[in-house]
């Protein structure tokens, strides 16, 4: 290469980074507008600010263990359909070593929706299955599994609490899974969470408050009973 040259790469290099960062930036911010937006309308609050404490308060749920350097962000939360929510972006980051062993940070994104119910209980996970999930299962990490071998490989259902799990997981339940086949849910203490595995947009957030309504009213009513 022409060292002549070197100059201006270097020079259209930094305009491409600076461009890019002006770009991310615009789009975070055109982000937090939305949301801000659509928690007035809702009639609820929204805070842009990192919130590591919201991650602890909910350690106990596994979506929220992963990595390091957790926090949410964009929260938004209230009443809404005279129930507590609460909508977050949430941040871990995961390391890694490359071939030539040098360390390095991986920034991962996903969306938390919760509903606060009633009483507490045991824990409950239930996802999609995938290769990965089939391969734990395979060397000894089983999952509990249903008459119905249809709802049984499209999902994962994993609780300590094998009762709990059949009394959530009863045929109307399972029906409304295996029509919406992305849901990956979990249940413990009085919440109920809807995690998603990458940024939801803005329009698409009240409609995972309804999914957890749905599937609140679906749970045996004797459940709250006592």
Known sequence: MDESLMPLFI?????????????????????RDALQALAKRLGMTFSAAKRPD?????????????????????????????????????????????????????????SIALLHLERSFPELRIYPETFWSRLGQ????????????EFSKAFVVRSKDRKFAYDICHPRMMEYLLNHRDLC??????????????????????SRFDLLFELRVLFPQYLFAG
């Open 185 to 206: 849910l979990e249940i413990e203490q009085d919440s109920l969470a809807l995690e998603h595995n990458s940024l939801l947009t803005p329009d698409k957030i009240q």
């Open 54 to 110: 919201i991650a602890k308060q909910y350690a106990f749920l596994d979506a929220l263990r992963k990595g390091s350097n957790r926090y949410a962000y964009n929260l938004i939360e209230g009443e809404y359909r005279n129930r507590r929510v609460r909508y977050f972006d949430f941040h871990y980051a995961t390391r890694s070593t490359d071939s030539k062993g040098r360390r390095q940070t991986h920034h991962h994104y996903c």
């Open 138 to 149: 395979m060397i000894g990490f089983k999952d509990i599994a249903f008459e119905s071998v």
């Open 11 to 31: 020079a259209l290099f930094v305009v491409i980074v600076v461009a890019i960062a002006i770009g991310s930036h615009l789009q975070a911010k055109r982000r």
